[in-house]
Nanobody
Framework: QVQLVESGGGLVQAGGSLRLSCAASGSISNINSVGWYRQPPGKQRELVARVFGIGNTDYTDSVKGRFTISRDNPKNTVYLQMNSLKPEDTAVYYC??????????????WGQGTQVTVSS
């Protein structure tokens, strides 16, 4: 019914940049908040950044000033621009969105994840 597809991950050297994309498709009526999460090897998943329906954002402290979340509503896509990457940013990155579908059901959807590896 709804799919979230992440892309843009890869291998980058410390100090480099990547831009992740999360594209939503399907029977979408409205996308409310969208968050980027990450799960480093052997650790729990954590929230990295969120963008809300009216465009306001918040970030976990470790990425403030380095990462920027944004959304393109006509394209149903959310981006995570990651600059000044550090080895500790290495993780699988997931997007998660609160979506209302055309049958007026609202639920939380998750993408399949994209690997980001930062080498030192």
């Amino acid at each position: 019914q709804v799919q979230l597809v992440e892309s843009g991950g890869g291998l980058v050297q410390a100090g480099g940049s990547l831009r992740l994309s999360c594209a939503a498709s399907g029977s979408i009526s409205n996308i409310n908040s969208v968050g980027w999460y990450r799960q480093p090897p052997g650790k729990q998943r954590e929230l990295v950044a969120r963008v809300f329906g009216i465009g306001n954002t918040d970030y976990t402290d470790s990425v403030k000033g380095r990462f920027t979340i944004s959304r393109d509503n006509p394209k149903n896509t959310v981006y995570l621009q990651m600059n000044s990457l550090k080895p500790e940013d290495t993780a699988v990155y997931y997007c998660s969105a609160i979506i209302r579908t055309t049958d007026w059901t609202t639920r939380n959807y998750w993408g399949q994840g994209t690997q980001v590896t930062v080498s030192s």
